[in-house]
């Protein structure tokens, strides 16, 4: 004979944001350098999540946005910070973004999922951790993404500097035929993926 359980009703509910009033445990700040930039040039946003308890587990998803590359930069910093009279750990997250159309975007923050350590108790047998579910969000940010000027003309590289230079090896005047020759060249933009560099 086939057993089954009876029904049970569940209610989910959305993350919710932090209102810059409370006082809270946990919550997420995320930042833009800028909220304006040219097709396939690159936003650079952070993501802090603030800690005042413990966690006992959690994750934290990437952000999000339509018609664009994301990227994490490097690994996450840890540091330490005071708001509002309350000692936080922080959780500190780049990410490099990058636009591949033109138009009115929003960044979706980050997600944090994770259980939070309210109390520790100790029973006679064993000791255990009243913890606290939470799911929470950063605010959205709207940015816009201008297009490649109609009037510009050569290989599109939107990056705030561009830098070529060159080593020669030996580094004389002059040679000597059947002397080998080095000719270094290195291209150098900032804020651009290693793919954007033309040959």
């Known amino acids: 004979d086939k057993v089954s359980s009876q029904p049970m009703r569940v209610r ?3 993350a919710s944001k932090p209102s810059a009033t409370d006082k809270k445990d946990v919550f997420i700040e995320t930042t833009v350098e800028n909220d ?6 690159t936003i650079q946003l952070i993501t802090k999540l603030y800690l005042a308890v413990d966690i006992q587990r959690g994750s934290l ?3 999000k946005m339509d018609n664009a590359n994301i990227q994490q930069l490097g690994k996450d910093e840890e540091l330490s910070d005071i708001k509002n009279g309350t000692r936080y750990r922080v959780i500190k997250r780049v990410y490099l973004i990058t636009p591949q159309r033109s138009g009115d975007y929003v960044i979706k923050s980050p997600v944090f999922s994770g259980e939070l350590v309210m109390s520790k108790r100790r029973s006679f047998f064993s000791g255990f951790n009243n913890t606290k579910p939470v799911s929470l969000m950063g605010e959205d940010i709207a940015i816009t993404v201008k297009p490649i000027p109609q009037d510009y003309e050569g290989q599109w590289l939107p990056s705030d500097l561009v830098a070529i230079h060159e080593e020669w090896q030996p580094n004389d005047q002059t040679f000597t035929v059947g ?3 080095t000719r270094t060249i290195t291209l150098t933009a900032i ?3 290693e793919e954007q560099l033309p040959e």
């Open 61 to 63: 998803t990437e952000p």
């Open 179 to 181: 002397d080998p020759i």
């Open 36 to 41: 304006s930039v040219y097709l396939q040039g």
């Open 12 to 14: 989910v509910i959305p």
């Open 191 to 193: 804020g651009v993926s």
